[in-house]
């Protein structure tokens, strides 16, 4: 292996671990969360979508992924992933005393 062998990689992966456990781990398990959301979505919840969207969630379609949002203009086709999970969860908190 000639000069350093092991110990030359060594800081690359440490570095490898940091940037893991910090960033690749986290986001990893968020999306894991997200998707879950999105599956657990029932007629009848108020949602925000990740454009600022408020509506109420009429139809669910498992083939393509998709709902129908009814907001105050009308109904309208989503993606389910475009719905926020923070945002949407915030509105359904029960509200503080």
Request: net charge positive.
């Amino acid at each position: 292996m000639g000069e350093g062998g092991i110990g030359a990689f060594m800081p690359f992966i440490l570095m490898f671990v940091v940037v893991y456990f910090f960033m690749i781990a986290p986001q990893m398990k968020r999306a894991k969360k997200e998707k879950k959301f999105a599956a657990e979505l029932k007629r009848g919840d108020r949602v925000i979508t990740k454009s600022g969207l408020h509506g109420k969630v009429l139809e669910l379609n498992d083939k393509d992924g998709s709902c129908v949002i009814e907001t105050m203009s009308g109904k309208m086709k989503y993606e389910r992933s475009a719905i926020s999970m923070e945002m949407s969860s915030k509105l359904n908190a029960p509200a503080k005393k």
